[in-house]
């Protein structure tokens, strides 16, 4: 799901963390456990919510149930989110078996009974890296903004270099701000890998295993590439990385190389839509036509 500029979707804010990536279950984006209440709470909303849809779509034309969905009162924060431009976010999957993500849930709910100050600091430290890396994206979406040369000129250079060569490219005020806010945001991500890695080695469950770590690490070496991580409740089902410019080819070909099958697929910029009928349908024909 490669994410770029030009894309208008929005973001829930969930008091737990989001893995950009938070992005792609982001992947988007958590492990739905709000306060260590969460996985029967969404499974309960989930099917009510359902069970109001079926109601309301025998009674009322679907534009009409989809508008009632999307401003009804949730409880939660909705804000416009996307990655700056010249940014690529690049699922992959790594073909080593899914995890059980109710089963990951319960083992962390077990485990914030168990010990609650030390799962309480855990999920704290977490949220504060995710809302660092929030701030830094969208710091690096105003630069691009109002400084549009001296970013894209960061992120063509930076694309083609290892992350501990970009500070050398700050040749002037500018590009350095833009490189700062690069680093800041891959800081930021680390830490949310460090505290998910914790949670999961407390609850004794994967939740970043050591082979995904490896994986990851290696990702994280290679030329142009921002971001990378477990997205979603975490485990052995998919990987994700930011890559910056057009570098998404330098993690594909080592994706590759060790069995992860890179998900070449792309967002659709105008976010939640009503189609008559399939898209892609539509666009073979028009092509045909």
Same mark, same amino acid.
């Given at each position: 799901?490669?994410?770029?500029g030009?894309s208008?979707?929005?973001?829930y804010?969930?008091?737990?963390f989001?893995s950009?990536?938070?992005l792609f279950?982001?992947?988007?984006t958590?492990?739905?456990?709000?306060?260590?209440r969460?996985?029967s709470? !969404?499974?309960e909303v989930s099917?009510n !919510?359902v069970v109001? @849809?079926k109601?309301a779509?025998?009674?009322?034309p679907?534009p009409e149930?989809?508008?009632?969905?999307l401003?009804?009162n949730w409880?939660?924060e909705?804000?416009?989110f996307?990655l700056?431009p010249l940014?690529?976010l690049l699922?992959?999957e790594?073909g080593?078996?899914g995890?059980?993500t109710?089963?990951?849930?319960?083992?962390v709910?077990k485990?914030?009974?168990?010990?609650?100050?030390?799962?309480?600091?855990?999920w704290r430290?977490?949220s504060?890296? @995710?809302?660092?890396?929030e701030?830094?994206?969208?710091f690096?979406?105003?630069?691009?903004?109002?400084?549009w040369?001296?970013?894209k000129s960061?992120?063509?250079s930076c694309?083609?270099?290892?992350?501990?060569?970009?500070?050398e490219q700050?040749?002037?005020?500018?590009?350095?701000a833009?490189i700062?806010?690069?680093l800041?945001a891959k800081?930021?991500?680390l830490?949310?890998?460090y505290h998910?890695r914790?949670?999961g080695?407390a609850a004794?469950?994967?939740?970043?295993p050591?082979?995904q770590?490896?994986?990851?690490?290696?990702?994280? @070496?290679?030329e142009?590439?921002?971001?990378?991580?477990?997205?979603g409740?975490g485990?052995?089902?998919?990987v994700?990385?930011v890559?910056l410019g057009?570098?998404?080819?330098?993690v594909?070909?080592?994706?590759s190389?060790?069995n992860?099958?890179a998900?070449?697929?792309k967002?659709d910029?105008?976010g !939640?839509s009503?189609?008559?009928?399939?898209p892609?349908?539509n666009?073979i024909?028009?092509?045909?036509?």
């Amino acid at each position: 799901m490669g994410m770029n500029g030009s894309s208008c979707w929005h973001k829930y804010r969930q008091t737990t963390f989001i893995s950009i990536f938070i992005l792609f279950a982001a992947s988007s984006t958590s492990l739905f456990m709000a306060q260590g209440r969460a996985m029967s709470n !969404v499974i309960e909303v989930s099917q009510n !919510v359902v069970v109001k @849809n079926k109601v309301a779509a025998q009674a009322l034309p679907a534009p009409e149930v989809i508008s009632d969905i999307l401003n009804g009162n949730w409880d939660h924060e909705r804000t416009e989110f996307s990655l700056p431009p010249l940014m690529t976010l690049l699922p992959g999957e790594p073909g080593t078996g899914g995890s059980s993500t109710p089963s990951m849930v319960g083992a962390v709910k077990k485990w914030q009974k168990s010990d609650p100050q030390k799962s309480l600091d855990t999920w704290r430290r977490l949220s504060e890296a @995710n809302s660092q890396l929030e701030i830094q994206l969208n710091f690096l979406s105003k630069l691009a903004k109002e400084q549009w040369d001296a970013y894209k000129s960061v992120i063509d250079s930076c694309s083609k270099l290892r992350s501990e060569k970009w500070i050398e490219q700050a040749s002037e005020p500018n590009k350095e701000a833009v490189i700062k806010a690069l680093l800041g945001a891959k800081e930021a991500m680390l830490g949310i890998r460090y505290h998910m890695r914790l949670m999961g080695e407390a609850a004794g469950v994967p939740i970043k295993p050591e082979s995904q770590t490896k994986l990851l690490d290696a990702t994280l @070496n290679l030329e142009g590439v921002l971001l990378a991580g477990v997205p979603g409740a975490g485990g052995f089902d998919a990987v994700f990385a930011v890559t910056l410019g057009d570098s998404s080819s330098n993690v594909t070909k080592t994706w590759s190389s060790l069995n992860v099958l890179a998900l070449l697929v792309k967002e659709d910029p105008c976010g !939640v839509s009503l189609e008559s009928a399939d898209p892609r349908t539509n666009e073979i024909t028009s092509a045909v036509s």
